[in-house]
């Protein structure tokens, strides 16, 4: 079965949050959901608030990656979770 690439951003509560924590949670769904971590990228917003956006891929049988939002927003001190970019990889 085909693989694909998915990017979601992860919204703090607060510039106090620590999206290191953050980044370790969702590593452990990340792998629960027997996908594969690829990388992380810690993003200015505005007024000293920074975004988390993950990039890891899955299998596409799995479906949509509506569960996985859901786990990621259960993770203390996450505001919100939004998928950017869903694709299929090639290769």
Avoid: C
Avoid at 6 to 35: C, H, N, R, W, Y
Avoid at 54 to 77: N, Q, Y
């Amino acid at each position: 079965m085909a693989k694909v690439y998915v990017k979601i951003k992860i919204m703090p509560k607060s510039p106090e949050t620590d999206l290191f924590k953050i980044e370790d949670a969702a590593k452990q769904i990340i792998e629960k959901d027997g996908s594969k971590f690829h990388k992380s990228e810690i993003i200015p917003v505005a007024f000293g608030i920074k975004s988390l956006t993950l990039i890891f891929m899955r299998d596409e049988s799995k479906g949509d990656v509506e569960t996985i939002e859901v786990d990621f927003a259960k993770i203390s001190g996450v505001e919100s979770v939004e998928t950017t970019d869903v694709r299929r990889a090639f290769g």
